[in-house]
């Protein structure tokens, strides 16, 4: 039989809710993991691979940079090689120009025991020929020269000598050639300052990215290509 109810007494506390077993707990749904499968978060940037090591990053123009990009950089003895079959390739004009100085020099008039020349003893036509010879000997020596080292190499980055030795030259930063201007530009400088210093060739020597002198005030370089 149940007490009577009283108005003063306070009501009774609720009751607890059942608990429920951690086998009978609901289980979360899985969430999707937008990087999964071993990619990177998008912000995170992709290590650079320097073959040099020390962890540093190869900034571009530098010889780490041209060789992760474009290819080995050629060293000092395959760069004369090549310098060397240029010059050999621009000597052909020296066969008119050296047969042209013979002319010259049969057709001069005969000279007296003073160093005087003797008047009705040259031959003026021989010595025409000989003129011309050498004239075009020097012209085709630096047809052949302007012609390979300016606008092919300036178009192709190969001269007739670079091909032949499987070398290249490119720009350091864009690995594309540097154009027949840039090429005239860097002729003439090479020019210059070996006549003054002696030393814009020998520079790759102990260069760092082994670069000339008047590779790096062009920013050019050269690379070690597949022979064709």
Do not use: C
Not at 200 to 216: E, G, I, P
């Amino acid at each position: 039989m149940s007490e009577p109810f009283d108005p003063h007494q306070p009501p009774p506390p609720p009751s607890a809710p059942p608990q429920q077993s951690p086998q009978n707990a609901p289980q979360e749904a899985p969430r999707d993991n937008p990087y999964a499968g071993g990619a990177p978060p998008p912000y995170q940037a992709a290590p650079t691979v320097n073959p040099y090591g020390g962890g540093a990053p190869a900034y571009p123009g530098t010889r780490a940079y041209v060789e992760q990009q474009f290819g080995p950089v050629a060293g000092f003895g395959s760069r004369v090689g090549a310098f060397v079959i240029d010059m050999l390739l621009s000597f052909i004009g020296l066969i008119p120009l050296i047969i042209g100085l013979v002319l010259l020099v049969v057709a001069g008039p005969d000279v007296d025991e003073f160093g005087n020349s003797v008047s009705g003893t040259g031959d003026a036509g021989l010595a025409a020929i000989g003129g011309i010879l050498a004239l075009l000997g020097v012209l085709l020596m630096w047809g052949i020269l302007i012609w390979n080292r300016i606008f092919k190499m300036g178009r192709t980055g190969q001269s007739v000598g670079k091909k032949a030795m499987g070398l290249k030259l490119i720009h350091h930063q864009t690995g594309q050639p540097i154009g027949a201007g840039m090429a005239f530009g860097r002729e003439i400088l090479s020019q210059f300052i070996n006549q003054i210093f002696f030393l814009s060739n020998l520079w790759m020597l102990w260069d760092d990215n082994k670069q000339t002198l008047h590779d790096k005030i062009v920013s050019s370089t050269v690379i070690e290509v597949p022979k064709s």
